[in-house]
Structure formats: C-alpha cells, structure tokens
C-alpha cells in the first residue's frame, strides 16, 4: 500500500503539465556579462532582460529574458500596500508559468492556492508546507510540488530553481469549513530561493530570513547576481543586520532591500539600509510598489 508521501508525489507528478514598463519612479538597464546559454532552445533568451515589478512585502512578478511569469510570494488581496488592480483582482496576473512560495505566513502564503487553482498551475514550496495544504483541502495534489532545502527544480525550459537556508519559521492558519475557526498547522521550515533565469541571470529571493554564517556559503555556492533582502526587523533582519550580511559575506552585484513598510511591527526603512550599506560594492534599487526594474 502506498504511504501518504508516496501517493503525494505520484499525485503530484501527474497533474504536473507546466509548458515550456510600467511608468517607473526608478529606471534601470545594468549589463552583466553573463555566459551565454548552451541550448540552442534558449539563444535568443541569452540576450534578452529579466523585469521584476513589486506588489510589496516579499511579492514579485518576475518576466523571464524567455518571456515566461515567474510570481512568488504573492500576498495581493489581503497586502495593505499591494497596487491596484492586483487588491481586487487575482485574474490581472495574467498567465502565471511558475508560482513559487518561501513559507506559510499569511503574508507570502497569500494568494498563492487561488492563483494555482484558477489558473491550474503548480505551487512550488516547501515540502512539509505542501504537504499539510494538500491534506487539508487547500490544494489539489496535483498543484503541489515539493521540494526542499538544496532541492532544485527545472519547471520551465531554461529556468532552475534551488531552495536555499532561510533562518525564520512557518506556520500555516488554516479556516476549517466545518467549524468557521482558524486552526494552526506546523508548516515545516521556510526556504530562500536561487532562481536562474535562461540566460544565466541570477536572483536571491530570500524569503522572510534572520542573519546566518551560511549565507555566505550560499553566495559562494551560487553566485546571486542580484539579492532580494528583507529589511524590516522584528520578524526579519533589520536594516543594519541586513547591511551586515551584504557586506562581509554577500559580494552581489546588486540588492533590493524588501518586506518592509507593510507591517507596523516592521520598522526598518530603506533609507536606513542604504546609510548602513556606505563602503559597499553592491549596487542598492530601492524600488516602491507597483514599481518594474529591468535587468
């Protein structure tokens, strides 16, 4: 007889059938001088640009150098700070190639199981953050796909994923039908992520993390060209733990510093990071929400 993880899996796998500027306050265009893509599948991608827009807090809508949506983290409708019309209406993504989640939190969880659900896309996340989510009827098994830390994942022709240390927790608030109550769920561990784009471009999507010595082993090991760093403190880094960590162990060319100005409790300023960041080599983009840059 199958075990629950086997049957997840064998679900999972089955249903998987993925294929494959905005008026800006800040305009960006930085050459890299990245390797170029091998495949000939991905040549015309070696030169193209990745655009990343910002729903605010941790949420982005990344488009490939390929053309492909890549959404991650995305708390819309529920986000105090997420522009129109993305508060009112899920359906203004457009299509979504890849959907990606860090942790469980309310406010990277968001409305990840509506977009996979309406659009028949697969949510990638942790694995014991999947897991729980199936089993209680958040998501269809065959939207889930599980991985974890070090775990990579090819779901789009060209684009690689790699699920990386993340110092924080996850738990899943759960509203059981049956009652009307919310319920909390262990939701295993919360993970960063390496996404590479098809031209070798690389982002360091952190999630929601506090300082740690790895983090320096991750850059070495990886290589981020541009870093996605929370800032707000309380839950996360603050601006001068954030600074701390760019500057003796993350070398990057580039950092956005994100999740900040949406939680109260979360006071770290962007303006703070950049006069902590002084005598960095790391480029700062400081963007605002509902804002695109383009790398």
Same mark, same amino acid.
């Given at each position: 007889?199958?075990?629950?993880?086997?049957?997840?899996?064998? @679900?999972?796998?089955?249903?998987?059938?993925?294929?494959?500027?905005?008026?800006?306050?800040?305009?960006?265009?930085?050459?890299?001088?990245?390797?170029?893509?091998?495949?000939?599948?991905?040549?015309?991608? =070696?030169?193209?640009?990745?655009?990343?827009?910002?729903?605010?807090?941790?949420?982005?809508?990344?488009?490939?150098?390929?053309?492909?949506?890549?959404?991650?983290?995305?708390?819309?409708?529920?986000?105090?700070?997420? /522009? =129109?019309?993305?508060?009112?209406?899920?359906?203004?993504?457009?299509?979504?190639? %890849?959907?990606?989640?860090?942790?469980?939190?309310?406010?990277?969880?968001?409305?990840?199981?509506?977009?996979?659900?309406?659009?028949?896309?697969?949510? +990638?996340?942790?694995?014991?953050?999947?897991?729980?989510?199936?089993? %209680?009827?958040?998501?269809?098994?065959? %939207?889930?796909?599980?991985?974890?830390?070090?775990?990579?994942?090819?779901?789009?022709?060209?684009?690689?994923?790699?699920?990386?240390?993340?110092?924080?927790?996850?738990?899943?608030?759960?509203?059981?039908?049956?009652?009307?109550?919310?319920?909390?769920?262990?939701?295993?561990?919360?993970?960063?992520?390496?996404?590479?784009?098809?031209?070798?471009?690389?982002?360091?999507?952190?999630?929601?993390?506090?300082?740690?010595?790895?983090?320096?082993?991750? +850059?070495?090991?990886?290589?981020?060209?541009?870093?996605?760093?929370?800032?707000?403190?309380?839950?996360?880094?603050?601006?001068?733990?954030?600074?701390?960590?760019?500057?003796?162990?993350?070398?990057?060319?580039?950092?956005? /510093?994100?999740?900040?100005?949406?939680?109260?409790?979360?006071?770290?300023?962007?303006?703070?990071?950049?006069?902590? @960041?002084?005598?960095?080599?790391?480029?700062?983009?400081?963007?605002?929400?509902?804002?695109?840059?383009?790398?």
């Amino acid at each position: 007889m199958r075990t629950l993880y086997q049957s997840l899996n064998v @679900m999972a796998q089955a249903g998987h059938r993925l294929t494959a500027s905005i008026g800006m306050a800040l305009a960006l265009s930085v050459g890299i001088g990245l390797s170029s893509v091998s495949a000939p599948a991905h040549a015309q991608a =070696a030169s193209g640009k990745t655009e990343l827009y910002w729903f605010g807090q941790a949420g982005f809508k990344i488009k490939s150098p390929g053309g492909k949506t890549i959404v991650i983290d995305p708390w819309l409708t529920g986000g105090p700070k997420t /522009p =129109a019309p993305y508060k009112t209406d899920i359906s203004a993504l457009g299509k979504v190639d %890849l959907l990606l989640v860090t942790h469980a939190h309310v406010d990277h969880i968001g409305d990840a199981p509506a977009i996979a659900k309406a659009q028949n896309t697969v949510l +990638y996340g942790p694995a014991d953050m999947i897991t729980p989510m199936i089993t %209680l009827g958040i998501l269809p098994a065959n %939207l889930g796909h599980r991985f974890n830390k070090t775990g990579h994942v090819t779901p789009l022709p060209g684009i690689k994923v790699t699920a990386v240390q993340a110092e924080h927790s996850s738990l899943l608030v759960h509203n059981n039908p049956a009652t009307g109550k919310n319920e909390s769920h262990p939701a295993g561990e919360a993970v960063g992520y390496i996404i590479q784009m098809e031209n070798g471009f690389k982002i360091w999507h952190m999630g929601d993390t506090g300082l740690f010595g790895d983090m320096k082993f991750i +850059y070495d090991r990886y290589k981020p060209d541009l870093v996605l760093i929370p800032i707000g403190g309380n839950f996360t880094m603050d601006p001068e733990d954030a600074a701390f960590g760019m500057k003796n162990w993350i070398p990057a060319k580039m950092v956005i /510093p994100i999740h900040h100005g949406s939680n109260p409790l979360a006071k770290g300023t962007p303006a703070e990071f950049v006069e902590a @960041m002084k005598g960095s080599s790391s480029k700062i983009i400081v963007m605002t929400e509902g804002q695109t840059v383009e790398f």
